[in-house]
């Protein structure tokens, strides 16, 4: 099997066919304690992953495979099957987006976007800014994480940085990680991504003006705005991230607090 060393800085397991696949474990939380390893990872789409990365894989102990993708991404691009997990897909979209809107961004349209102008930074903040009310997927994200016997959990999209980036943001920010060290985790997200990012502007940039070039851009990069735009709108909705956890998901203090104790260590 081939040997896949870990990265101890981003996390990101290099594996072939599938990018941005990382450890969310080792950050530390408010109260000096740490994220343990193994329990929680993050990715893009997983259709490429080779008989070798899946060996690996089968070694992390993943229980359950959380895909936020809608319907038809993941009918395009199939995410294998991971022996003894849990394969759900519950696409990630708010409940005051519309459905038309949220099933617009596969990776194939939003490049498609770009070449036409059509996506940007504001639309992708403002897209971001809606992501954490009311959403199915992150329902189930909160369910999930509270079950021990169902992690290690694997959440992704297509290319694990925006619905996925902003439910590691919550994970995080649930188990005490500090506003700054989960915006770090968010921006490795364009270490992540930059080989894919590379192979596809090499492939469309002769195509593209600089209004497009600029789009693709925009798309393909995690920003400090974007993530900022779903904190933002969860502060000012809810006054306070504790508020928030209660109201939406029904995480409750002593709920915390038991979530906590199981997935964090003492350093």
């Given at each position: 099997m081939t040997h896949y060393a870990i ?64 319907e038809q991404e993941a009918a395009l ?107 770090l985790d968010y921006l490795l997200t ?78």
């Amino acid at each position: 099997m081939t040997h896949y060393a870990i990265d101890p800085v981003s996390r990101i397991i290099p594996y072939q066919g599938a990018n941005n696949f990382r450890d969310m474990g080792g950050y530390e939380t408010e109260d000096g304690r740490r994220v343990k390893y193994g329990l929680f990872f993050r990715s893009a789409e997983l259709h490429g992953l080779t008989e070798n990365d899946l060996l690996h894989l089968h070694t992390l102990g993943i229980r359950t495979v959380l895909d936020y993708r809608h319907e038809q991404e993941a009918a395009l691009k199939p995410d294998p099957a991971i022996a003894g997990a849990v394969y759900e897909c519950i696409p990630a979209f708010a409940a005051d987006l519309p459905i038309a809107a949220a099933q617009s961004h596969t990776m194939e349209e939003l490049l498609g976007g770009a070449q036409t102008g059509g996506f940007g930074p504001e639309m992708l903040a403002g897209f971001y800014a809606k992501l954490p009310f009311g959403n199915a997927s992150y329902r189930r994200l909160m369910d999930l994480i509270q079950e021990p016997e169902r992690l290690g959990l694997l959440h992704h999209c297509a290319a694990g940085k925006d619905r996925t980036g902003v439910g590691s943001a919550l994970i995080l920010l649930a188990l005490g990680v500090p506003e700054e060290t989960v915006m770090l985790d968010y921006l490795l997200t364009n270490e992540g991504l930059a080989s894919f990012k590379a192979e596809i502007l090499a492939r469309i940039a002769p195509a593209l003006d600089e209004r497009a070039l600029q789009g693709f851009q925009a798309i393909m990069a995690a920003k400090p705005e974007y993530l900022n735009a779903a904190l933002d709108a969860i502060k000012e909705r809810y006054g306070s991230y504790e508020a928030y956890f209660e109201q939406e998901y029904g995480l409750t203090a002593g709920r915390l607090d038991a979530l906590r104790s199981y997935c964090l260590e003492t350093i």
